[in-house]
């Protein structure tokens, strides 16, 4: 009865003994700045940095010396004190916010059937190409609403459309690739005026689908012609060279240029 208690007892012995040695040689050392990194950041887990979450983001800025402002999230004070805390100097890129490229809602742009399956733009997009008229235009099913961590998108139930709200977008990009028309860039915050319309046609198909959609008349390109180039029949705003005349906004014969991301 000894016998097998003590053999199992040295079994005990023996595996608590190779564990041990296994740890001593195979642990993996953790640098404690990773968590001290990951202690000061905002938390939010959003990936809006690139990376896996907020645990790889500070993994990333201890040993591959990652900036701490490409967090997103980050204020400007609390990227200062990691860059402080790793001694690092830290440079501001010019924040970011989402723009949906469209302003033409259900009453500019009306439903050309009924839809009445998944409320989600890309299930929409599969049945006819969606009900709305313009086959270019904003959805308004909140897939990219239900896609923002920071509740900074919001939909209109009753125009059809998204509106982001650029004081509480963070410019972490999640929604511009789950947009199924790729209506969402990302656009310097700093920005005044946009030109809110995506579709290519040409203006006489343009009005039948929707009353705000650029006819290409390219008279805002003629005021502003460095900032404003058109793309076939489309006025496309060239964000590295933004243009700051509110006046394209007047000139605009169908309204589709906006000095806010709000109010469309």
Do not use: W
């Amino acid at each position: 009865m000894i016998a097998p208690l003590l053999f199992m007892a040295g079994i005990g012995l023996l595996l608590g003994i190779t564990i041990a040695l296994a740890n001593i040689f195979f642990s993996v050392k953790t640098d404690p700045r990773i968590e001290e990194v990951e202690d000061m950041l905002p938390g939010a887990n959003c990936g809006g940095c690139g990376f896996a979450g907020c645990n790889a983001f500070a993994k990333a800025v201890v040993l591959d010396a990652v900036e701490p402002q490409k967090c997103p999230v980050c204020s400007k004070e609390e990227a200062e004190n990691i860059a402080s805390h790793m001694g690092m100097s830290v440079e501001f890129d010019t924040p970011y916010v989402a723009l949906v490229k469209c302003c033409g809602d259900n009453s500019d742009s009306p439903e050309r059937a009924l839809y009445n399956g998944v409320t989600d733009c890309s299930a929409a997009l599969l049945v006819a190409g969606a009900t709305k008229s313009c086959q270019h235009g904003c959805l308004g099913m909140a897939t990219c609403a239900r896609a923002c961590p920071f509740n900074a998108i919001e939909i209109d139930e009753k125009r059809h459309i998204a509106i982001v709200h650029p004081e509480l977008c963070v410019g972490c990009g999640k929604c511009v690739s789950v947009c199924p028309r790729n209506l969402i860039d990302m656009v310097p915050k700093s920005a005044p005026v946009h030109i809110l319309c995506s579709s290519p046609e040409k203006a006489v198909l343009q009005k039948k689908a929707c009353s705000k959609g650029c006819i290409g008349c390219r008279k805002c390109s003629k005021l502003d012609p460095e900032s404003i180039k058109m793309d076939g029949f489309l006025a496309v705003m060239d964000y590295d060279n933004y243009s700051t005349n509110t006046e394209i906004i007047d000139v605009c014969p169908v309204h589709c240029i906006y000095p806010s991301l709000e109010e469309k």
